[in-house]
């Protein structure tokens, strides 16, 4: 793990092209400097990790701060650049398509932009769908709309068909918004084309609603998730007390990781129960969730659950593996199974008035909140100062707060979790009253 | 029909009381005048009524104008209300209850409000729920949350002995806010009581999303209900041209009526069907919905259709008649089998991706917007200035925009519809693009 | 005033064409019937008047029914429409814009739509702007902005300028978006037009943020204004609790009319006092609003003031008038008068926190609410219909619930106020508390 | 500065009490462990910093770490805590007032809570406010809300006199929500507790809308500030363009630093100007803001300008030094400046319309957002760990991402601006389009 080259990105080549930026080389003048090709942030900046680099006399891994360089690889006359979207919808892709044409087009004064249509199938001609010019003014108003001004698309296509679609109409560079797939096919053509020996720069920036990118401190679109889902938990709370155990569940998206359901219901503290991926809990037994839910009726006569779409599937046995276009295991619906054991649990017990509420499409087809609107363009700029500067195979992201370029195989290595023991999942806890095991 | 009587409002006996309000009786001193009991105002406002009535030399069907009466039946210093919310969840039910909190205190100086807890359950003292008592401080903020303060509950309870609970605790007025079967219950309260003597005023609030009250010309929370359901929509068809023959189906209610779908699919325009419970129409043939759908994809490469929850009931056969608790018909869930439909029918066709969104609940809980909190207190201000008159059976409402008193059992009779040869419907399909006839 | 030709619309000559609309003659046949060019609906719908008009024998003013004809005047092949928007801001006018397009180029198939840009100006060649050519695709997302898509300008253009530009353009229908100025000039330039033998179909939509055109139930743009005030007067409230004596003073639009001030304090009931145009008051005095501020602070340690910006004028003396480019009087600064007035009163009596709050601006460029959105294509459609069967001089509108043509010289003699003895006001004091009299 | 025990807290004595939380102190049981007394946080992780303490062979400087303490000062059952709210309104003071009560009534079971109404001055007897009892109930809707629940004022009150009513009340800790002034309290009101050999802890969770709090990554509120400044940018930008040579000018707030305007101008990219109180800049000249505003209508015929209420203060010859009652300075107001300066320079070169637009009571009085949500529950029960392990004299707060706590003392010393050469500010300049210099 301690591989101090762990986080260096791949280069096409020298850059030997003025950048067309008027920026500084120097502090002190008021005007931003060029980023130096060897300005170098921290990867973990705890005082563990500090002590241990002082007592080894080891340099720390390090990651490669992004933003303009003064030396660049593309002749921005000559550039002819390409942006697809991949994947699942997601708040702010329109945003980051916005970004990246403004920065092409105004810092870089690239005038050609492709828009690919329909995720990589757009770059699959069997497809048959047109590319699409992209100017700034046919981009300038995107951003108050959700979804994706470009279209997207699940599953994989052939990487060498891609490549040839991508030589034939000479693209110097290709921004591929999308999930860890996506990430994937972007670290492919990377391959493919430096197999080729071709000049393509080839970058990735990370989508995913769940923010289950490892590595980076959160993905685009994730605070407008739980923003969205917000109102609707005080409604859904609305909708518990209105009723003698009244209980409403509330399914929202995170497929492995619970993100949005945790941070929902801590933006919105009207949440009783959260239910996620990442933690194991029985439905059965003295201190499962049934029996905790009853003692909560009991004593409040209305419950809130939200639970994350991938929580709970150890309750499903014998379960056949289903797989999406993506790849994507395709899970039980945890909400409705929730919803059926507790009208059976209570059944007996207690007349209880159950509502069911899954927003999920409404959520991921939010348009981007202010937050996420800032974080969008922070990361198509940097994308566009990247690959200009020919650097290939890497995402543009945010890491302790702070801009980065990382290779785009070290954010799909694995999924980025919940840590059960950890200060946000005990936050959490806090807010709704938990308890620490459910079963 | 023609019955000149039809309209009047029964009363509990001679009003005794003056008015507390310090209003006028005459015009043109800048003070508001008390409504006269004999004021009315005309129902059918047509020519074509108009023209009827001046060949028959009679007199039109007329309303009683709801307003404060210098007379009134009931002695404020010793009158106790209470307040009931029954059925289903609908916005602005907390606007109203505040209204009538407020205008029984502050307007009347009556002290002592009883709210009824989770609906007509809350009159059987078999429940066991107990009595809240409702001040101005603690209703004055409600306005701004979905739901009911108070609790609902669907179902009947046993009239007499509501009425029972009613005597004894001295409530000498019931205000019912609810829906049809609500308000069904307040005439058999009503007659139970004129049965027994009694000087107890009965009102009806008339509550229902779908707005399918007849005779009235909005029910309270059906604005709200579109104005909700509309960046719904907007983001559906986000969805819709994020995928290449993207199709977003997003149901909404409406069981007996599709006003809240239609007035949802003009108030947002990216809706291309609208499938209402009033309209015939077929999934085959060659005019059918499918075939229709399919050329609008040829065209257009998306689709968004909306869909009331009461469409289409004919498309099941053999279908068994459940009811739910308050004796409404279940109906089967139109939104997912249209999904299916369109799924099998392009399987062969074209690849088509498909999102079904239900928002029914997101709509329902939802807090009244600015013109539902308009009409919500005027109902209210306007209720309670008829029960202090000693009005009973009767529900406040508007029609032809202005307030009126009608009586309980004459909104009862029918469902509102759509009219599918009549000017709304023909702006539905103006905007949508639909035609007349789908099969 | 009982002339029974007073609503009669003038026609550019006989309709000999058949619209290209596919509707119905017949009742019962399930599709929209052609409105009749002899539809009319009574224009006074109170029992009062029924009963003159009865006791006379006289048949009752009407208007003409607003909706398709069967016949038309313009042969939609070669027509040429225009729009054009004039005066201030207001929510919606980009949806008329959108709905006129979308019906001149769906149901009629016109193919070439001019928009005028910058209001008359654009009428005026010297002013150099150029025109736009509108299309669906360019319109089809407007309507979820605020402002003009075509720009607006203030002021009178010369008649016969604007006349001949028409001509010269070959113009058979100008669509005139605007306000009681606007509205004049859409008389002159029919008068002109007639004056000229032309036969260009001149048509106003009313604009007005403030509601004060006469006659109509309500004008566009108005529900979203006082929708938007409402969560500021929420917030304003709390502003005013969140001090000692905190007062908020927040000034609204309503030049001449307090429609907006009144319903918005409506729509929030969080306000104390609501000061209007329409109403006389004094600030000092026993029973002047000064005092009355006094005992609310005493009792309740805070208030909330919502003004009409053309409040008060009475209590500016030896102003000198003053005219903006449309030539309305422009006012005193109401709203700063006031806190100065306050911050004086009680500046030996009581220290007081006062925040003054003019949000006009951020009221009349949203984008319209979900009610206006429906209000507004409805307008536009209707608008069509006329055009497209010959009429001209008049305006689309809707009178009792129901879509009308007027003589558009008839809404334009006098505005529209808020009735202090009628109930619309008399809700507003029952609901701030606010007494009848100040002063 | 290289002070290593610079972020030290101080203590009221040792923590002799174990917690009542049921807390680990083990990893790996899936419980969350109590935080050490000697978790450390490196201060800045930057790689220079890192190589400098490589170099001199020297441990960084750290923070402590935020969170609950297994051995605590306070004996839960017989503590009373008091809660104060201090200076401007900013979204989200409910949000911490409400975690703070939670969390000391749930976590550690603390049954009195006092409420000290109006800010310092509540502490002030004289003054004659009666506190506030506070409990879940009361402050379980709160969030919901802008304003303060508490009530708020400015300005200093004898610390002596706070003390006192402090002792008198057995209050055994304070918890400060407030700005620069409100944390200089805290300071002195711990250092007069200190000279009594009291044991009351003092907390201070920092509050400005401004997000000038130095040291910290964000205050509490920013978020929400520029997350609704965003939507009135928009339609802003809809007034400009709405008129020929429309110009909008928006004040928002930022006394010394101009976060708000600049995150605003990002978030919602139709801002060509953002004038903050960092930059200096002039109106005259070839390159000042007059020209290059000129230069912009002439090409786009519409500007939208940001100002911060600090901005230009340099443009105001001769000003007296005026303060408000917290002793800041009281600005000239840039807004309405810049408006007269814009309109007598293009008197005599072209028409404009400008409208001018300040919002800031509608921006700090607006509910938190969920982001600021979740932020202020994760401060407020930091601060309640904190308190409840005796430290005093200490603000809770996030830095890098990480809760700390921080010598109250370290937060005041210096204002946080923007950076004029940093990257924040060069992405500002990236999306706007403005130059480096104007003039």
Same mark, same amino acid.
Request: aromatic share 10%; charged share 25%.
């Given at each position: 793990?301690?591989?101090? &080259?762990?986080?260096?990105?791949?280069?096409?080549? !020298?850059?030997?092209?003025?950048?067309?930026?008027?920026?500084?080389?120097?502090?002190?003048?008021?005007?931003?400097?060029?980023?130096?090709?060897?300005?170098?942030?921290?990867?973990?900046?705890?005082?563990?990790?500090?002590?241990?680099?002082?007592?080894?006399?080891?340099?720390?891994?390090?990651?490669?701060?992004?933003?303009?360089?003064?030396?660049?690889?593309?002749?921005?006359?000559?550039?002819? $650049?390409?942006?697809?979207?991949?994947?699942?919808?997601?708040?702010?892709?329109?945003?980051?398509?916005?970004?990246?044409?403004?920065?092409?087009?105004?810092?870089?004064?690239?005038?050609?932009?492709?828009?690919?249509?329909?995720?990589?199938?757009?770059? &699959?001609?069997?497809?048959?769908?047109?590319?699409?010019?992209?100017?700034?003014?046919?981009?300038?108003?995107?951003?108050?709309?959700?979804?994706?001004?470009?279209?997207?698309?699940?599953?994989?296509?052939?990487?060498?068909?891609?490549?040839?679609?991508?030589? &034939? &109409?000479?693209?110097?560079?290709?921004?591929?918004?999308?999930?860890?797939?996506?990430?994937?096919?972007?670290?492919?053509?990377?391959?493919?084309?430096?197999?080729?020996?071709?000049?393509?720069?080839?970058?990735?920036?990370?989508?995913?609603?769940?923010?289950?990118?490892?590595?980076?401190?959160?993905?685009?679109?994730?605070?407008? $998730?739980?923003?969205? !889902?917000?109102?609707?938990?005080?409604?859904?709370?609305?909708? !518990?007390?209105?009723?003698?155990?009244?209980?409403?569940?509330?399914?929202?998206?995170?497929?492995?990781?619970?993100?949005? !359901?945790?941070?929902?219901?801590?933006?919105?503290?009207?949440?009783?129960?959260?239910?996620?991926?990442?933690?194991?809990?029985?439905?059965?037994?003295?201190?499962?969730?049934?029996?905790?839910?009853?003692?909560?009726?009991?004593?409040?006569?209305?419950?809130?659950?939200?639970?994350?779409?991938?929580?709970?599937?150890?309750?499903?046995?014998?379960?056949?593996?289903?797989?999406?276009?993506?790849?994507?295991?395709?899970?039980?619906?945890?909400?409705?199974?929730?919803?059926?054991?507790?009208?059976?649990?209570?059944?007996?017990?207690?007349?209880?008035?159950?509502?069911?509420?899954?927003?999920?499409?409404?959520?991921?087809?939010?348009?981007?909140?202010?937050?996420?609107?800032?974080?969008?363009?922070?990361?198509?700029?940097?994308?566009?100062?990247?690959?200009?500067?020919?650097?290939?195979?890497?995402?543009?992201?945010?890491?302790?707060?702070?801009?980065?370029?990382?290779?785009?195989?070290?954010?799909?290595?694995?999924?980025?979790?919940?840590?059960?023991?950890?200060?946000?999942?005990?936050?959490?806890?806090?807010?709704?009253?938990?308890?620490?095991?459910?079963?």
């Amino acid at each position: 793990m301690n591989d101090k &080259n762990r986080f260096s990105i791949e280069s096409l080549g !020298a850059s030997q092209y003025t950048s067309p930026l008027q920026l500084s080389t120097v502090k002190g003048d008021h005007i931003f400097s060029f980023v130096s090709e060897s300005d170098r942030l921290v990867f973990d900046p705890s005082i563990q990790y500090y002590n241990q680099c002082l007592n080894d006399g080891e340099a720390p891994i390090c990651m490669e701060k992004a933003g303009p360089r003064q030396n660049i690889f593309f002749d921005a006359k000559n550039t002819t $650049a390409a942006i697809v979207t991949c994947g699942g919808l997601c708040p702010g892709i329109n945003n980051v398509i916005r970004g990246l044409v403004m920065a092409l087009h105004y810092f870089y004064g690239i005038k050609k932009i492709i828009g690919i249509p329909y995720g990589y199938e757009g770059l &699959n001609p069997e497809k048959g769908h047109d590319f699409v010019e992209l100017t700034p003014d046919k981009v300038k108003d995107i951003h108050q709309f959700g979804g994706t001004f470009l279209g997207s698309s699940r599953g994989e296509q052939d990487v060498s068909v891609m490549v040839d679609t991508l030589e &034939n &109409n000479r693209v110097d560079m290709l921004f591929a918004i999308g999930g860890d797939g996506t990430l994937k096919g972007v670290n492919a053509i990377g391959e493919e084309i430096a197999k080729r020996n071709g000049k393509i720069s080839v970058v990735g920036i990370p989508k995913t609603i769940d923010n289950d990118i490892d590595l980076i401190d959160e993905s685009f679109g994730f605070q407008t $998730a739980f923003d969205v !889902a917000s109102p609707i938990l005080r409604d859904a709370h609305n909708e !518990a007390t209105g009723a003698y155990n009244g209980i409403s569940i509330i399914k929202l998206m995170g497929r492995d990781s619970g993100f949005i !359901a945790a941070s929902a219901a801590l933006a919105m503290p009207v949440v009783n129960f959260v239910l996620i991926p990442e933690m194991d809990f029985s439905l059965e037994g003295e201190e499962g969730f049934l029996k905790v839910l009853e003692k909560r009726l009991q004593e409040k006569k209305h419950a809130v659950i939200v639970v994350a779409e991938g929580a709970g599937q150890q309750l499903f046995k014998d379960r056949k593996m289903v797989k999406d276009a993506s790849g994507n295991v395709q899970h039980e619906d945890i909400g409705v199974f929730l919803k059926e054991k507790i009208i059976e649990y209570f059944k007996e017990k207690r007349p209880v008035t159950i509502k069911y509420i899954d927003p999920s499409y409404i959520v991921r087809c939010a348009p981007a909140n202010s937050s996420d609107s800032v974080y969008c363009s922070g990361l198509a700029y940097h994308a566009v100062h990247g690959a200009m500067a020919g650097k290939t195979k890497f995402v543009a992201s945010r890491i302790n707060n702070r801009y980065v370029y990382l290779p785009v195989d070290e954010v799909t290595k694995k999924r980025k979790k919940i840590d059960l023991e950890g200060e946000f999942w005990f936050s959490v806890l806090q807010s709704t009253g938990q308890p620490f095991f459910l079963g």
